[in-house]
């Protein structure tokens, strides 16, 4: 998905980048604030750089400057990105040198942050965020984040799509123990097995440990497909709305009463999810589901960087 501007080649503009498990995003934005163009790209972590996925991380990023410099050249770029913590000085110099910049033009930071800035502004409210993984925010008064939850889905993720899609598939396989061949009864199996090509073992092993974590997290989908029709998937919404709540209410009671903004793709695949997630905050607490548009956000702070570059 592309947009196309009409942007002319001394047009300084700016790019933001927001990148997670499932999907990666970008936007341009012209001097005066006006989206020139924006993107959709597979998602991809940082954290990817340590082992043996730095080739693909590369080759995606690649990709993502062909379809950018088919719009316009950046001079300044911002991403935020999913499993920071590791490979930015790497990082920067992937996502600079097929633009043709140099790392310096490049600025980095958490895919939470950028999509705080996209909902409040600095000490404004809460945002938990439920994409691949959970994350909940808050970016206090001095601009410092504040976080609880995102340790990834080997010890947590509660609530997001990966947590969704293995607590799944761990019910239906737990069932096929005690009952061989009951998930020919089961809609969530039938949807599961389905999306991943078949409901053998050897299938279900081989998408879980020899694939992506988006790719498991998108199972997620499964999951919504068979909610109307199956109380065990409809059960897996309360349970993870209640695990995003608890992410909320770990930030609440550190820092106070604020409004608590729900968001993120894993959030809109069932209203049984946001319902449980509000029944779990302190009576009261203002609580929205609000759509995210962190590649713009990213993209403003891209720009902010311009315009103080251009300063004398």
Known sequence: MMQPGSNTPKDPLALGIDAGGTGTRWALLRPGGELAAEGELPGFSATELLGSGGAAVAALLAELARQVLAQGSPARVHAGLTGLDAGSEALATLIATPLGLTPAAVSLGSDIETAYR????????????????????????????????????????GGGGYWIAREALRLVWRTEDERPGAWR??????????????????????????????????????????????????????????????LGCAL?????????????????????????????????????????????????????????????
């Not at 945002?127 to 990834?152: C, N």
């Not at 279900?204 to 988006?214: A, C, H, L, M, N």
């Open 118 to 157: 996209d909902l409040f502004a600095p000490g404004e409210g809460y945002v938990v965020y439920a994409g691949t993984g959970s994350i909940a925010a808050f970016l206090d008064d001095a601009g410092t984040l504040q976080r609880a939850g995102g340790r990834g889905s080997l010890l947590d993720d």
């Open 185 to 246: 009864e089961s809609p969530l199996a039938q949807e599961l097995f389905a999306q991943m090509g078949g409901s053998d073992w050897a299938v279900t092993r081989q998408f879980v440990y020899g694939g992506k974590r988006g790719d498991v997290g998108r199972l997620a989908l499964a999951v919504a497909r068979a909610a109307d029709r199956d109380p065990v998937a409809l059960d897996l919404f309360r349970r993870a709305g209640e695990e995003l709540g608890r």
């Open 252 to 312: 609440l009671n550190r820092y106070g009463p604020r409004p608590v903004a729900l968001s993120g793709r894993a959030a809109t695949l069932h209203p049984r999810l946001a319902e449980a997630m509000g029944q779990s905050l302190p009576p009261g607490t203002p609580f929205t589901c609000r759509p995210c548009q962190g590649h713009h956000a990213a993209a403003r702070l891209a720009l902010a960087a311009l315009r103080q570059d251009a300063q004398p």
